[in-house]
């Protein structure tokens, strides 16, 4: 048994709030972006919050220093387009091993970091493998149904590159997330697979689907029972759903999972749903509110925050979720 899952069977674990968010609070300019290494580069890179993984190391490995000292157990790496595909749209493709290793290896020094202050509490590093922005399910182009702007295979070979380099830079865990399209995620596991076979590894693996709006479906038109099903066919630490929805709107579908699954459940909602600026206004206090029906309800054994969530957040979920028992993984539970 590894210490991850260990910890799991002992308490309801707190993963990291949003990157992104924190990222914007510094207002890096495309300067800060390329640093001194790319400041010649011939294309734009400001918005390539990978690349800070680089040009900004500080930075990264100080938001996820803040994220454990508000209580997270488990923090993420900046490797959320970190394939071959995400970094096509800034003409860096040949830097995906290093973004990827180099990711994980600052959030690995901040983990032992504070594994260090108290050994009692373990800290965990999560290698992020984010959805592309290509969809395998789904064409594109109105006018030809049956196009697919990636195979199946392009995907595999993108993803097993990444995950490659997140675990040799020291992750724990790898986490699909933000799924939008099934077959994607069943490509970024395949590679997951035979990279642990290749190694012989027993890694866990987090899987994180996204219910996209009030049908309560995936982008590629699952329902979360089907979604279940898709992925069931890999051992599991947990599967779950983050991104789109706040942590009301996405409730009843935890409630869906939990019915159907022994498996351990993850959330990561955003704080509410963005204003008409795309901003997300709701404060930790009304999101640890509604994280504790969740508690209250069974539903969780992980729980962080999406987009718009703060360290701020993270330690009222974390001060909450201290005073309950994990879910017992039991189908129905």
Same mark, same amino acid.
């Given at each position: ?5 260990? @910890? ?5 674990? $707190?993963?990291?709030? @949003?990157? /992104? ?8 300019? #495309?300067?800060?972006?390329? /640093? ?5 580069? &011939? ?13 900004? &190391?500080? +930075? ?10 508000? !209580? ?9 387009? /970190?394939?071959?595909?995400?970094? %096509? ?8 091993? #290093? ?79 933000? *799924?939008?399209?099934?077959?994607? +995620? ?27 709006? %009030? ?15 898709? *992925?069931?066919?890999? &051992? ?9 929805? !706040? ?19 993850? +959330? ?31 539903? *969780?054994?992980? *729980?962080?925050?999406?987009? /718009? ?10 001060? $909450? ?13």
């Amino acid at each position: 048994m590894t210490k991850i899952q260990q @910890a799991i069977s002992k308490r309801i674990l $707190v993963l990291d709030g @949003a990157m /992104g968010t924190m990222l914007q609070r510094y207002n890096f300019t #495309e300067e800060d972006y390329r /640093g001194e290494r790319f400041k010649d580069f &011939p294309h734009p890179l400001k918005g390539n919050n990978d690349l800070l993984t680089l040009t900004q &190391p500080e +930075a990264i490995k100080d938001v996820h220093r803040q994220y454990f000292a508000a !209580g997270a157990d488990i923090v993420e790496t900046n490797t959320f387009s /970190g394939t071959t595909i995400g970094m %096509a749209d800034y003409h860096m493709e040949d830097l995906v091993y #290093e973004l990827n290793y180099e990711s994980a290896k600052l959030a690995r020094e901040a983990a032992d970091e504070f594994t260090a202050l108290n050994p009692e509490k373990p800290r965990f590093v999560a290698g992020s493998i984010g959805p592309t922005n290509r969809t395998a399910s789904l064409s594109p182009d109105v006018n030809d149904p049956g196009f697919r702007a990636i195979t199946f295979d392009e995907l595999r070979i993108a993803y097993k590159e990444q995950v490659e380099a997140l675990l040799d830079g020291g992750s724990d865990i790898l986490l699909v997330e933000t *799924i939008f399209d099934t077959l994607n +995620a069943k490509a970024a596991l395949y590679a997951i697979e035979e990279v642990k076979e290749e190694r012989k590894l027993d890694t866990p693996v987090m899987v994180s689907g996204t219910i996209t709006d %009030a049908s309560g479906r995936t982008l590629s038109g699952q329902t979360v029972e089907a979604f279940l099903i898709s *992925i069931s066919h890999i &051992p599991l630490l947990s599967v779950g759903f983050n991104c789109a929805l !706040g942590a009301d709107q996405l409730r009843p579908y935890l409630k869906r999972l939990a019915h159907n699954t022994a498996l351990n459940i993850s +959330a990561h909602p955003n704080a509410g749903l963005p204003n008409a600026f795309g901003q997300y206004d709701q404060t930790p206090e009304e999101m640890q509110q509604l994280i504790k029906d969740y508690l209250d309800e069974n539903l *969780i054994n992980i *729980i962080g925050g999406c987009c /718009g969530t703060t360290p701020e957040h993270i330690k009222l979920i974390a001060e $909450v979720a201290e005073m309950y028992e994990p879910r017992s993984l039991v189908v129905g539970s």
